[in-house]
């Protein structure tokens, strides 16, 4: 079993930038695929970001060019760095993980809570 936990999280004014930290402990095969999960008020967990074993990464749409996931494998710590903050980005985010042969995150943090707002 695989245990997340979520840090970084806070309150920035638009324009601003956060990074989140995910710290992972467990049973961590070196083979995996990270992401981070948001769910604003009112709306339905959608995913972010997404960094496999190998580096390479996904991005949603709504973030591209201004979220930023990486990988510390020595750490076993995924990061969320994320620039040019908009109030539509306020949400609980989450980070999970899976295998790589999984098709879906088995793991999941409890989150931390981002509010963009002047």
């Known amino acids: 079993q695989v245990q997340l936990v979520e840090s970084g999280g806070g309150l920035v004014q638009p324009g601003g930038s956060l990074r989140l930290s995910c710290a992972a402990s467990?049973?961590?095969?070196?083979?995996?695929?990270m992401g981070w999960f948001r769910q604003g008020p009112g709306k339905e967990r959608e995913l972010v970001a997404t960094i496999f074993s190998g580096g390479s990464t996904n991005y949603a749409d709504s973030v591209k060019g201004r979220f930023t996931i990486s990988r510390d494998n020595a750490k076993n710590t995924v990061y969320l760095q994320m620039n040019s903050l908009k109030p539509e980005d306020t949400a609980v985010y989450y980070c999970?993980?899976?295998?790589?042969?999984?098709?879906?995150?088995?793991?999941w943090g409890p989150g931390t809570q981002v509010t963009v707002s002047s």
């Open positions: 467990g049973s961590i095969f070196s083979l995996n695929t």
């Open positions: 999970a993980y899976r295998t790589t042969w999984q098709s879906t995150f088995t793991s």
